[in-house]
């Protein structure tokens, strides 16, 4: 019924940047809140960024001044733009929204995850 597909994980040096995207499809009707959270190996996923569906913007304190959400809501996608990248970064990256279906249902809906590797 919905879907989202992220993409543009990748391996970079310390210090580097990379920008994920995560687009949603299929039956919407409205995309409330967005967001981003990570896994690394071992440990628990963890909420990276939030994005209201006005704008609102909020980050955990280890990725401040790093890293930018964003949103496109013509194209029902967000954007994770990360710089200054450090190896404590490296994890599988997740996104999330909150969806309104044409059906009226409102669902909590994941991506499949990209991975980024912060390594020399």
């Known amino acids: 019924q919905v879907q989202l597909v992220e993409s543009g994980g990748g391996l970079v040096q310390p210090g580097g940047s990379l920008r994920l995207s995560c687009a949603a499809s299929?039956?919407?009707?409205?995309?409330?809140?967005m967001t981003w959270h990570r896994q690394a190996p071992g440990k628990q996923r963890e909420l990276v960024a939030t994005?209201?569906?006005?704008?609102?913007?909020n980050y955990r304190d280890s990725v401040k001044g790093r890293f930018t959400i964003s949103r496109d809501k013509v194209n029902n996608t967000v954007f994770l733009q990360m710089n200054n990248l450090k190896p404590d970064d490296t994890a599988a990256y997740y996104c999330?929204?909150?969806?309104?279906?044409?059906?009226?249902?409102?669902?909590?809906?994941w991506g499949q995850g990209t991975q980024v590797t912060v390594s020399s």
């Open positions: 299929g039956s919407i009707r409205e995309i409330y809140i």
């Open positions: 994005i209201t569906a006005d704008g609102s913007t």
């Open positions: 999330n929204a909150n969806i309104r279906t044409g059906s009226g249902s409102v669902l909590s809906s």
